[in-house]
């Protein structure tokens, strides 16, 4: 069993930055790409990015390219989302998930989630 655990969700300002981590207990093969998504109040879940962690590629959704990034820290068994020139329409339960991925946008392709952390933007 593997358990998920977010944090650095928090209150921002539009343009703001935060900086998710989700630190696993532990990771295996079957569990190589770790993903990010949110679900804002009435909307469904959606995934902002994931990371292959064997190859270190990284896939992002179109609403984020280019201010989000996803990183990882093997050592610490953690995965990180920074969130640049946050925006209100990010605001949201941000979670991360593990899992083989085959399809990193589709949720059950992800074996294990944390309970989240909330991201509030504000204009």
């Known amino acids: 069993q593997v358990q998920l655990v977010e944090s650095g969700g928090g209150s921002v300002q539009a343009g703001g930055s935060l900086r998710l981590s989700c630190v696993a207990s532990?990771?295996?093969?079957?569990?190589?790409?770790v993903g990010w998504f949110r679900q804002a109040p009435g909307k469904e879940r959606e995934g902002v990015a994931a990371i292959y962690r064997s190859i270190s590629t990284s896939r992002y959704a179109d609403s984020v390219k280019g201010r989000f990034t996803i990183s990882q820290d093997n050592a610490k068994n953690t995965v990180y989302l920074q969130m640049n020139s946050l925006k209100p329409e990010d605001t949201a339960m941000y979670y991360c998930?593990?899992?083989?991925?085959?399809?990193?946008?589709?949720?059950?392709?992800?074996?294990?989630w944390g309970q989240g952390t909330q991201v509030t933007v504000s204009s």
């Open positions: 998930a593990a899992g083989p991925g085959f399809l990193w946008t589709d949720e059950r392709h992800y074996n294990y």
């Open positions: 532990a990771y295996s093969s079957s569990n190589n790409c």
